[in-house]
Nanobody, 127 residues
Framework: QVQLIESAGGLVQPGDSLRLSCAASGSAPSSLSMAWFRQGPGKERVFVAAIRRGDGHTNYAGSVKGRFTISRDKSKNTVYLQLSSLKPEDTANYYC????????????????????WGQGTQVTVSS
């Protein structure tokens, strides 16, 4: 069983930056595809960014491309999400997800491809 532990989010102002981290622990496979999703107030959970196991290729939702960066430290089984140029519409509960399977679907940001989920961390962007 894999446990995903996310760092705390926070309250930031528009234009600010914030970095989230997600550490995989437990019986973690040696290589995981990992991703971030988010769920805004009154909205469904949607894909934000993914990083594929092995080659580390990344994929982003159009709404965050150029502003957010996903990266990883394989030695620590940890994935990061750097959020920059934050906007009020980025306000959401951010979830980390991981899988050792489904490399194509997970890379494409399909929620059903992910087996393990973090508890979520709140990011609020407000002036």
């Amino acid at each position: 069983q894999v446990q995903l532990i996310e760092s705390a989010g926070g309250l930031v102002q528009p234009g600010d930056s914030l970095r989230l981290s997600c550490a995989a622990s437990g019986s973690a496979p040696s290589s995981l595809s990992m991703a971030w999703f988010r769920q805004g107030p009154g909205k469904e959970r949607v894909f934000v960014a993914a990083i594929r196991r092995g080659d580390g290729h990344t994929n982003y939702a159009g709404s965050v491309k150029g502003r957010f960066t996903i990266s990883r430290d394989k030695s620590k089984n940890t994935v990061y999400l750097q959020l920059s140029s934050l906007k009020p519409e980025d306000t959401a509960n951010y979830y980390c997800a991981a899988t050792s399977k489904n490399p194509i679907l997970s890379y494409m940001g399909q929620e059903k491809a992910y087996d393990y989920w973090g508890q979520g961390t709140q990011v609020t962007v407000s002036s």
